[in-house]
């Protein structure tokens, strides 16, 4: 497996991704996994194509374009709510990991995504789940190198799942072409239309269409997943601790009070806001990162010898005990101002760090806070009977067969509109 050592020093981790960057590249194992999953996006992009895209793709999350994203954000809330309200009118449980997803898809099919048109998304859901499972999972072919296109089990098994991942970005792409090219069409400010205007600064060529797919693909899994885990961890986490759970609560009913959802009120939530911070602290979206080598260097006094593997896992850091005040204890008050401000750099990497860090951080953010308080207005969760919470990793991490909790109503007034 060669020469790999796990670094959690902040200092030497603000070394490797942001001061001595250029010197640590992504590893040959991770480069296969992100090129199966993510293809050639944004994600998997190096060098100038990636700062090229990069840029392409910034305008989608200045702050006026966050802002005007409330609403379609609010009505994916909205819609997500009266799901769960049935079920808590029948008296059953659901699936909070899928219910999620579902609601995070919503979100794009009303903001950056507008093309998708299917409006079960459940089953985009459960496809984009299955097709990270088979392409995201590192097996023996992998670790002896063989060529990429000989399947792993899991890839054979997830054969239809990442088909259908495909000819779904096919369809959203074809669809916003064919808008473009009608008569009297105003250029849109999506993320499907960027795509298809871009041309290379330096080249002046247009983005293939196996690109545009991919980062179609790309952002249909991340821009779902991610948020999808920090709600269903929150919503568990909350589950077990009726203080904190209280606490959310109270804020909602000060702040919004029945009022419709806005930007500025989306900043008067700091508690909301800190239990989704605390879940992915304790749950990590990505829990490993990892770079190579490329020149000798030193990290934390040790020479580290070109062709070393650097594993920065920001599943041990957000849980270790000399950066953390008991680590393992579910805590959202570490993020409030005041304590939040104690918390070492480089630490905290929900969304990475350095100049690779995740693109729709504060999209992220601003979507998990409206989605967690439209819920908590006016319902409350509990884990159902029996359940049994266990982590699987897989390119994200999640509940391993999805988290059965029975919503009750918390109060007769329903979410704010």
């Known amino acids: 497996m060669g020469h790999r050592i796990v670094v959690s020093d902040p200092t030497a981790i603000k070394r490797v991704l942001v001061d001595n960057a250029s010197n640590y590249a992504r590893d040959k194992l991770q480069?296969?996994?992100?090129?199966?999953?993510?293809g050639r996006s944004l994600f998997s992009a190096e060098g100038s194509d990636w700062q090229w895209q990069r840029r392409l793709l910034a305008p989608l999350f200045t702050p006026r374009q966050l802002a005007s994203y409330v609403p379609g954000m609010v009505g994916a809330a909205v819609a997500a709510s009266a799901r769960l309200a049935s079920a808590a009118d029948s008296s059953t449980a659901a699936d909070v990991s899928l219910e999620m997803a579902r609601a995070t898809l919503d979100v794009l099919a009303r903001t950056i995504l507008p093309d998708i048109v299917e409006d079960d998304f459940a089953d985009i859901a459960v496809s984009i789940r299955k097709f990270a499972d088979g392409a995201g999972a590192v097996s023996l072919v992998d670790l002896l190198e063989l060529p990429a296109w000989v399947p792993g089990f899991r890839r054979l098994r997830a054969f239809r799942a990442i088909r259908s991942v495909t000819k779904r970005a096919r369809k959203i792409v074809a669809s916003r072409r064919a808008m473009a090219g009608a008569p009297g069409h105003a250029a849109a400010n999506d993320l499907v239309s960027l795509l298809l205007a871009a041309r290379h600064p330096e080249t002046g060529r247009s983005m293939g269409e196996t690109e545009i797919e991919d980062n179609v693909s790309t952002f249909l899994g991340a821009g779902s997943d991610t948020v999808a885990g920090a709600l269903t961890w929150s919503l568990y986490l909350l589950s077990q601790s009726p203080e904190?759970?209280?606490?959310?609560?109270?804020?909602l009913d000060d702040v919004v009070a029945g009022r419709p959802m806005t930007h500025e009120l989306v900043e008067r939530l700091p508690f909301t806001r800190a239990v989704i911070e605390e879940a992915m602290r304790l749950y990590p979206p990505a829990p490993l990162l990892s770079r190579a080598a490329l020149r000798d260097d030193v990290l934390c006094d040790r020479k580290i010898p070109a062709g070393s593997v650097i594993i920065i896992a920001p599943w041990l850091v957000h849980r270790?005990?000399?950066?953390?005040?008991?680590?393992?204890?579910?805590?959202?008050r570490r993020f409030l101002p005041?304590?939040?401000e104690r918390i070492r750099r480089f630490s905290y990497l929900p969304f990475g760090a350095g100049p690779r860090i995740c693109i729709g951080m504060n999209f992220a953010m601003?979507?998990?806070?409206?989605?967690?308080?439209?819920?908590?207005?006016?319902?409350?969760f509990a884990l159902a009977p029996g359940v049994s919470v266990r982590v699987f990793q897989c390119v994200t991490l999640r509940p391993e067969g999805g988290l059965a909790m029975i919503p009750e109503r918390r109060r007769s007034a329903g979410p704010p509109d």
């Open 338 to 340: 005041g304590r939040r």
């Open 244 to 251: 904190f759970r209280d606490r959310v609560e109270r804020e």
């Open 320 to 332: 270790h005990r000399l950066l953390w005040d008991d680590p393992l204890v579910f805590d959202p």
């Open 31 to 38: 480069r296969r996994i992100l090129l199966r999953t993510t």
């Open 366 to 380: 601003q979507e998990a806070v409206i989605l967690l308080a439209h819920l908590l207005t006016s319902l409350r």
